[in-house]
């Protein structure tokens, strides 16, 4: 069975300040990794997502990960936060490409102040 | 534009009522939906996958009479509360599969 852990579940953090939401997976088999948001009021959007390929990705709006398959981490990053990237961030796994039967983190809230 | 509707937003129901929440796919035809469930301050739960045309398939601890799932057209399924009580109080979410998953602003239920 596969797991995930989001040890953070609030990060406060100064406008234009660099952030780190930290996700650690469990599982037997290879997995595939994703991040959502959720902005206030609104369902999970896709922010960005590791297949194969290049351990690092990264979302059109400056976040991005890293796939690090020997610390089993999935850490998301962003060098300046924005007051609009005020959210609720998950961490999700799946066996599968097409993202069946995600296994879902408990959250991270992210905070930014002005 | 969404992907994904969901209605209603926010219901609150007395205890021992029935309660209806739609999950319409609005850009293309889903023979699969997922169900979830968010608690506070903690994940997203898989309860069951919606197929249409055949019955949904419940994830282990999920009674499949509580909650009854219809998926009779590509473009909607529906979750069905049955006999509601206040622990069943809880933010529902549907998805649809295109490639990707793709998430439903969801339903607040609130049962008194």
């Known amino acids: 069975a596969q797991s995930v852990t989001q040890l953070d579940s609030q990060v406060p953090v100064f406008e234009e300040a660099p952030v780190e939401l930290r996700c650690n997976y469990s599982?037997?088999?290879?997995?595939?990794l994703f991040w959502y948001v959720q902005y206030p009021n609104q369902g999970l959007q896709l922010l960005l997502k590791?297949?194969?390929?290049?351990?690092l990705v990264e979302s059109i709006n400056g976040f991005e990960a890293e796939f690090n398959k020997s610390q089993t981490s999935f850490h998301l990053r962003k060098p300046s936060v924005h007051i609009s990237d005020t959210a609720e961030y998950f961490c999700?796994?799946?066996?599968?490409?097409?993202?069946?039967?995600?296994?879902f983190g408990t959250g991270t809230r992210l905070q930014v102040f002005p | 534009g969404a992907v994904v509707s969901q209605h209603p937003s926010r219901v609150i129901c007395k205890s021992g009522t029935s309660v209806k929440i739609e999950c319409r796919s609005l850009?293309?035809?889903?023979?699969?939906m997922f169900w979830y469930r968010q608690f506070p301050k903690k994940s997203l739960m898989l309860m069951a996958t919606?197929?249409?045309?055949?019955?949904?398939?419940?994830e282990q601890g999920v009674e499949k009479d509580k909650f009854l799932i219809n998926h009779a057209s590509l473009t909607l399924s529906t979750l069905t509360v049955t006999s509601a009580h206040p622990e069943d109080s809880s933010f529902y979410i549907c998805?649809?599969?295109?490639?990707?998953?793709?998430f439903g602003p969801g339903t607040r239920l609130l049962v008194l």
């Open positions: 590791y297949l194969s390929g290049s351990t």
């Open positions: 599982s037997s088999v290879s997995v595939y």
């Open positions: 919606s197929n249409e045309g055949s019955k949904a398939t419940y």
């Open positions: 999700a796994v799946s066996v599968t490409r097409n993202t069946d039967k995600l296994i």
């Open positions: 850009d293309f035809q889903a023979t699969t």
């Open positions: 998805s649809v599969v295109w490639g990707t998953q793709y």
